[in-house]
């Protein structure tokens, strides 16, 4: 990476999204740190010498001129979306504007950042998202968080292809257990990790630097003959079961 090019990361203020704008601010490229947390986005940019812009994802209008200042400032290369929110709710008791909101963020928001990046990425370049173990394995009560998963999962294969005569690759990345703000709270529910674990055969979490890695190589030339790859980073869950999140919570009760 280097040699003068530029990355937006969405969703950068923290969790995976600091950890790979950190890892590729480190590979010498200039970041654009976007996300909803404007403060956050500025706090990482200034670690990493970068710029900082407050993007709302479900906001058309709003991402659309993310990526009009982005390529205004200098050759778009690289995009990586790490936004994702999640809910919990059995389907039959499911409250459908929330189902909606997690579809919104994690799904149509994808569908946004795809739209408008493709749009003033150079030729060549790379967009990566972030899906979840979850695109592939169900687990009660996420309905909404699987369905969205699943779905950009599909929307990373279809724009890989409608974007390969351009050269742009388009791939995701689908952790499994990860300790970040988002899943803080689902990591406190007693018996969750051990779950989780149980049904890793690599018997730990991962790490954010390991995602951010990934994210490093699906952007960077060595990686220049892979596209429409969904790329599992779980240490080997997604060969077992999705931990029980009913009975975990139940006992809670």
Not at 139 to 168: D, F, N
Not at 197 to 207: A, F, S, V, W
Request: proline content about 4%; hydrophobic content about 45%.
């Amino acid at each position: 990476m280097g040699n003068n090019r530029t990355a937006v990361v969405i969703g950068g203020a923290s969790g995976l999204g600091a950890a790979t704008a950190r890892a590729l601010a480190a590979t010498g490229t200039r970041i654009v740190v976007a996300d909803r947390d404007g403060a956050g986005a500025g706090a990482v940019a200034k670690e990493i010498d970068g710029i900082a812009r407050e993007v709302e994802i479900t906001d058309e209008a709003a991402v659309q001129r993310l990526f009009t200042e982005a390529a205004a400032a200098g050759a778009v290369h690289t995009v990586v979306n790490t936004v994702g929110t999640s809910t919990w709710g059995p389907i039959v008791d499911h409250d459908a504007a929330e189902w909606r909101r997690v579809l919104d963020i994690n799904l149509a928001g994808a569908f946004l950042v795809l739209k408008h990046a493709a749009r003033v990425l150079t030729d060549g370049g790379s967009i990566t998202s972030l899906t979840s173990l979850n695109g592939r394995q169900p687990g009660e009560g996420l309905s909404a968080y699987c369905a969205s998963k699943a779905g950009l999962s599909m929307l990373t294969q279809v724009a890989a292809l409608e974007l390969a005569p351009r050269g742009i690759r388009v791939n995701a990345i689908a952790p499994g257990l990860v300790i970040t703000p988002l899943t803080a709270g689902i990591d406190g529910i007693p018996g969750i990790r051990e779950d989780y674990l149980e049904n890793t055969p690599l018997g730990r979490p991962g790490k954010p630097e390991e995602v951010a890695a990934a994210a490093v190589f699906l952007s960077s030339d060595e990686a220049s003959w892979i596209t429409g790859e969904v790329l599992d980073i779980n240490g080997g869950a997604h060969l077992m079961r999705y931990p029980n999140l009913r009975k975990h919570l139940a006992a809670l009760t």
